[in-house]
């Protein structure tokens, strides 16, 4: 069974920056593949960046060359950094894993994933 805690959010200005956690447990945390969704007010749940097991990353549109996702296979930890916030950022962010998949292929689509955190609040104003 495995089990994922957000941990990270907070309120920051536009322009700031955020580094999320998402600590996982369960077994075998590196053959899981992972990515972080959004959720804004009145929006769906959207992933904004994923890893592969082996550490490939794929972000949407919105997020490229602000945040980075990354993970530590050893503390058993996925990340994400987010820079140059802005208001349209603001919303729940939730760590989602499955295992399996392409070792070199990232997700983001919602119904790949079969587990889920309850989320981090992010606020930028």
């Known amino acids: 069974h495995v089990q994922l805690v957000e941990s990270g959010g907070g309120s920051v200005q536009a322009g700031g920056s955020l580094r999320l956690s998402c600590t996982f447990t369960?077994?075998?945390?590196?053959?899981?593949?992972m990515a972080w969704f959004h959720q804004g007010p009145a929006n769906e749940r959207e992933g904004v960046a994923g890893?592969?097991?082996?550490?490939?990353?794929k972000y949407a549109d919105s997020v490229k060359g602000r945040f980075t996702i990354s993970k530590d296979n050893e503390k058993a930890t996925l990340y994400l950094q987010m820079n140059d916030l802005k208001t349209e950022d603001s919303g729940m962010y939730y760590c989602?894993?499955?295992?399996?998949?392409?070792?070199?292929?990232?997700?983001?689509?919602?119904?790949?994933?079969?587990?889920w955190g309850r989320g981090t609040q992010v606020t930028v104003s």
């Open positions: 989602a894993a499955q295992p399996g998949g392409g070792y070199y292929e990232p997700r983001l689509g919602r119904g790949d994933f079969g587990y």
């Open positions: 890893i592969s097991s082996g550490g490939v990353a």
């Open positions: 369960g077994r075998s945390f590196h053959v899981h593949y």
